[in-house]
C-alpha cells in the first residue's frame, strides 16, 4: 500500500486564512470528484470557516471528558474505516486530550498517511519547535503546543497562506478572527503591526530555506552538477594571507547589493602541509565572516583549484571571490598559475573575481629546510667538512678505487650531513666533496686541474645528484617533523576535548593545563573594561596583569585576551594555541552561563519569597491586626457596657493576638537574618533543662510532657537561639499533632552526620504521635514559607522548623526529622557538647 501524501497550510499567525485555504481546496477536489471528508476543522466560532464545511461529509468527532470539559477530538478510527482519498485535519501541533491514542495529532496524520489517506493540515510558524524561542521574543507569549521541524518538513507540499499584517488587523477589528470582547486586547498585543511583520518574514524565511532544501535534494536526485541561481551565495577562497580581510570584505559587498543570499569562506588545507597560511591570520578572518553573518569550512584537498570548485557547486554558489595569485612573472613562466588561474579555467558557469591585493606578484619565501634549531645547524655545517675529509682519508688507502666508487662514498657524506644539518649544511657538504674528488681522486692528482671531460662531467653529476639528494632529504626530514608535530598536537587535542568531557573543569584549571602544556611561566585572561583591563582568571605565579607586561598576548575574543610569560611560541604552537583558546572560550561561556543561571535561580527563590511574605501579609499578620482592633475598638466604644470580666476578655484577646503578631514578626526577621548570613551567635554552656524550661513556661502544663535525665552536660550553643528553634519546633508540634502525647527527651553521644563535623554532640528529642510527614515531604517541610499539605492549618507562615534549622545549624549542629515508631513525627536537635573555653 503506498502512503499517503501531506499537504500543509503554513501561516505567519492566527486569521491569516489557513482553514479557510484548506476547505476552499477541499471543495475544488470534491467538485472534481475527489473522496473527500473533514476529519476535524476547528472554526473558533468564524462564521465564514463554518460556512465552507456545508457540502463536505464531516466524520463526527469524539468527544472527551477532561476536568468538567468536554473536548472534540478526532476519531481516527472513524476516518480510518471511512477509507476517504483526503481527509482534511485542522490545527497539525494540537495536543490530543489525556487517554487518546496517541499524545500528539501530527502522530494521529501519519497512521492516517501509513493507511495510504492523503492529508490536508495546518500549523502556524509559532508551534515549530525551531521557532518557538524567537516568537516568544517578539511577541512576549509562549506557545505550549509545538511540533519538531523535521515532521513538517517530511510534508509533501508546504503552502504558504500569506496576507499583508494590515489586513490581518483589519480583518481582527472587523471580528473576523476573535470574537468582538478579545478583539482589543489582541490588536495591543500578539497582533500589533510590528509582530505580524517579524512573524511573515519568518515564516516566508523558513519555508525559503525548506525550498532551499527540495531544490537541493532535486538537483542531487537528478545528478545535476550546473550551478542554479536560485540564491546568490558567494564563496570566498582564503589563503591564510594577509589578503583575506580583504576578499571578505569585497565578498559581502558583492552579496550587499542583493536582497537575501549566504556568504561562505573556505579554506583548502594541502595533505603535506607545504602551503599553510597563518593560523592565527585564518583566525581572524573566520571571526570577521561570522561577524558578517557568513560561515566558515576547511576543506583537505591536494588540488586546491579542484577542491574549492566542488564545494562551489556543492552548496550551488553563483559567485567565487580569489585573491591574485602571488607568485611571481618567472614562477608562471615555468607553469605556476596559481590557483585563480586554476578556478577560472574551470570555473564554468560560476562567475569568478579576481581580486588584486599589495601582495600580488610578490611570492612568499619558500621554506626548504626543516626547523632544526641552531645547535643542529651548526653540528650540520661542522660535519659538511668533517665527513668528507674521514671519508677522503679512509678511501686514499686504496688506489684501485675508481671515481665511481669514491663519488658514491662521498654521496653517502652527503646525506649524512643532510640528516643532521638539512639542506644548506649537505649543499656545503656537496660542494667540498666535489673539490676533494677533483684534487685527491681525478688526473692531474694534487691539483684542480680536470684533463678527462668525463671526469669533469662525473663531478657536476655527482654535484647536482648531492644537492638533489640534500633536498629530498631536508624536505622529508621537514615532513616527518611536521607528521610527529601533527601526531603530537592530535594527541594533545584528543586530550583536550577528553578533558573537556569527563570532568567539569574551572577556568583557573583549564590555564593550569594550558601552563604545563606550553611551559609557560604564567598564563592569565585579561578582560578589557572602560578602557582598563581586568584579571578574569590565572595560573602561575606572577600572572600578567596587562598585555603589556606578557611576552605574549592574543585577543582570542572580543574584549578577551590571552597574556602568558615564559617564552614566545611558535607558529605551530600558535595553532594548537588556538584550539586551547576555542575551549576556553567555551569555558568561559559555560562558567557565565552558570552564573546566569544561579542568579536567575537565587531571584526566582527570592521572588517566591516575596511572593510568600506578601501572602502572609495579607493573611497571617492581618488576621492579629484585625483582631487587636476589633477588641480595642469595643473596648473604647463600649466600655461602659461591659462587665469586669468581658473587658479581662477583650484584653486577653489583644494580648494572645499581640504575642502571635510579634511571634510571626520575630520569625520574618529571623529568617532574613539567616539568609543574609547576617546571625550573630553568641556561644556559652547551656543545659537542655534551662531551654526547655523557658520554652515550657509559655504553653499549657499538660501540652508536653518533658523526660530529662539528671546531670545532663551542657552544650555548645547561643541559649536564645535554642530557646528560639525548640519553641518552633514544640510549637509545629502541638498545631500539627494536637492532643497526641508529646515528648522531651534528652540523650548524650554520638556524631554529627558526615560533613558537618566530628565533635561528640547531645541530642534533644520532641516526640509526637500524630499523623507523620510522608518521606517524600521531609526535606520540603524544611523550606521557608512550607505547610503540611499546603493547608491553612492555623496561624503561622511556615517559617518555624526553617528558622529553627538555620539557628541549629549557625551553632554547628543539626535538625533532623524521623518517623515515631507507631506513627508520629520526631524532631532531633543535635548540638555539640561544650569543651571549654574557646581560644
Sequence with gaps: MDRGSLRIFLGAAPGVGKTYGMLEEAHRLAASGTDVVVAVVMDHGRVQTAALTDGLELIPVRMVEYRGTTLPEMDVDAVLARRPHTALVDEYAHTNAPGSRHQKRWEDVDELLDAGINVFTTVNVQHLASLNDVVEAITGTRQQEMIPDAIVRKADQIELVDIPPELLRQRLSAGLVYAPDKIDAALANYFRLGNLSALREIALTWLADRVEEGLAEYRQRHGIAETWPARERVVVALTGGPEGEALIRRGARILARVSGGDLLAVHVRRPDGLAEGSESALTAQRRLVEDLGGTYQQLAGDDVASSLLDFARTVNATQIVVGVSRHTRLQQLFGAGGVGSAVVRDSGDIDVHMVTHSLAGRAPRLRLTPLLGRRRTIAGYALAFVFPIVMTAALLPFPELNLTTHALAHLCAVVAVAFVGGLWPAAVAAVFDSLLLNYFVTPPIGTLTIDDPQNFFALVVFLTVAVAFSLVVGVSSRRSRDAALARAEAGTLSELARGSLARDQNAEDFLEQLRTEFQLGSVSVLAAQDGEWRLRAKAGTEAPSTPDEADGADHFEPGLTLAWKGRPLSGGERRLMAAFEAHLTALLERQQLALSLRETIKLGEANRIRTSILRAVSHDLRTPLAGIRLAVTALSRQRDKMTPGEQTEMLEAVDAYSGRLDRLVANLLDMSRIESDALAVLREPVTWLDVVSEVLAELPPEAVRVDLAPNLPAVDGDRGLLVRALANVVENAVKYA??????????????????????????????????????????????????????????????????????????????????????????????????????
Design 738 to 839: 494536637p492532643g497526641s502525647d508529646i515528648v522531651i527527651v534528652a540523650t548524650t553521644g554520638g556524631l554529627l552526620a558526615p560533613g558537618i563535623g566530628d565533635r561528640p554532640v547531645s541530642e534533644l528529642r520532641v516526640i509526637d504521635h500524630g499523623t507523620g510527614v510522608p518521606p517524600e515531604r521531609v526535606m520540603a517541610m524544611f523550606q521557608p514559607f512550607q505547610r503540611l499539605g499546603d493547608e491553612d492549618t492555623g496561624p503561622g507562615i511556615g517559617l518555624g522548623l526553617a528558622v529553627a534549622k538555620g539557628f541549629i545549624e549557625a551553632m554547628g549542629g543539626e535538625l533532623t526529622a524521623e518517623a515515631t515508631p507507631g506513627g508520629g513525627l520526631t524532631m532531633v536537635l543535635r548540638v555539640p557538647l561544650y569543651a571549654g573555653p574557646r581560644e
